[in-house]
């Protein structure tokens, strides 16, 4: 059994900063990639940032230069640093995660999603 759990959503200003953090455990054997997804109401979920276990990172063109993903293999678990929020940043923020439980047969784990608003 393998379990994302995220943490460090909320309501913050515009302009302001958050930090996602969220932490894999289980019977895992290999994480191939960590990220982070969102969704507003009414829109698809859609990628924010992912990061590959050789440290190779992609963004979403709407939040490049303003939020960074970084990773601790040690602890299988990915960050999503958040600056210069803005309202359309809104939404619940899904951590996803492609590894094996056995060798050779990688699937995508979700966690339930932690809420991230952004308002004055």
């Known amino acids: 059994q393998v379990r994302l759990v995220e943490s460090g959503g909320g309501l913050v200003q515009p302009g302001g900063s958050l930090r996602l953090s969220c932490a894999a455990s289980?019977?895992?054997?290999?994480?191939?990639?960590m990220g982070w997804y969102r969704q507003a109401p009414g829109n698809q979920r859609n990628l924010v940032a992912r990061?590959?276990?050789?440290?190779?990172?992609i963004y979403a063109d709407s939040v490049k230069g303003r939020f960074t993903i970084t990773r601790d293999s040690a602890k299988n678990t990915v960050y999503l640093q958040m600056k210069s929020l803005k309202p359309g940043d809104t939404a619940v923020y899904y951590c996803?995660?492609?590894?094996?439980?056995?060798?050779?047969?990688?699937?995508?784990?979700w966690g339930r999603g932690t809420q991230v608003t952004v308002s004055s």
């Open positions: 990061i590959t276990s050789a440290g190779s990172t």
């Open positions: 289980g019977s895992i054997f290999s994480i191939n990639a």
């Open positions: 996803n995660a492609v590894l094996s439980t056995v060798p050779g047969a990688a699937d995508a784990y």
